[in-house]
T-cell receptor, first 116, second 119 residues
Framework: AQSVTQLGSHVSVSEGALVLLRCNYS??????LFWYVQYPNQGLQLLLK??????LVKGINGFEAEFKKSETSFHLTKPSAHMSDAAEYFC??????????????FGQGTRLTINP | GAVVSQHPSWVICKSGTSVKIECRSL??????MFWYRQFPKQSLMLMAT?????????EQGVEKDKFLINHASLTLSTLTVTSAHPEDSSFYIC???????????????FGAGSRLTVL
């Protein structure tokens, strides 16, 4: 079974400051890990994913995440926050495939607020 | 590429009526579609997984007769909320998994979601 815990339901940073959103996972098999962003009343957009290749994964909009097996973590970072980064962020894990598809288990989400 | 269209984006209905939500993969064939439910300010909860031509697999606690899922073609899955009640009001999101025809790469793409309000 897989599970995801996102530490902090709400994170607030100043524009230009470092963004750090925390995600810890639990998986009985080698995990695939994902970060998604959701803007109000919209679906999910994939930011980046880890699929057992490089442990430091770069995504869109300047975001990156590092897979640390020893810490069972996959924290999301961005060096300099923009106002447009304000959204809800979800970490997700997939531990196996169903006929080739990925069944994702989502964390509870972190709302990122950017202060001018 | 790998676009999923979900319709309608907003729907308001009276209690006791049924509502159908469509999820279409526009430029790839979706062998598997997932349906999620999201309550305000909460995470996505998987409701069911559907494979084309097969019966959907529902997650524990999800009423099969309440939430009817059909995946009759490789580009369309539908979720029908039957005899809707106010507690069914929620944001419903689909995702589609398939293989792109041009690159052969696997894709998993989410729809934009459908907000259901039951009066």
């Amino acid at each position: 079974a897989q599970s995801v815990t996102q530490l902090g339901s709400h994170v607030s940073v100043s524009e230009g400051a470092l963004v750090l959103l925390r995600c810890n996972y639990s998986s009985s098999v080698p995990p695939y890990l994902f970060w998604y962003v959701q803007y109000p009343n919209q679906g999910l957009q994939l930011l980046l994913k880890y699929t057992s290749a490089a442990t430091l994964v770069k995504g869109i909009n300047g975001f990156e995440a590092e897979f640390k097996k020893s810490e069972t973590s996959f924290h999301l970072t961005k060096p300099s926050a923009h106002m447009s980064d304000a959204a809800e962020y979800f970490c997700a894990v997939s531990g196996h495939a169903i006929q080739g598809a990925q069944k994702l288990v989502f964390g509870q989400g972190t709302r990122l607020t950017i202060n001018p | 590429g790998a676009v999923v269209s979900q319709h309608p984006s907003w729907v308001i209905c009276k209690s006791g009526t049924s509502v159908k939500i469509e999820c279409r993969s526009l430029d790839f064939q979706a062998t598997t579609m997932f349906w999620y439910r999201q309550f305000p300010k909460q995470s996505l909860m998987l409701m069911a997984t559907s494979n084309e031509g097969s019966k959907a697999t529902y997650e524990q606690g999800v009423e099969k007769d309440k939430f009817l899922i059909n995946h009759a073609s490789l580009t369309l899955s539908t979720l029908t909320v039957t005899s809707a009640h106010p507690e069914d009001s929620s944001f419903y999101i689909c995702s589609a998994f398939g293989r792109r025809g041009d690159s052969g790469a696997n894709v998993l793409t989410f729809g934009a979601g459908s907000r259901l309000t039951v009066l």
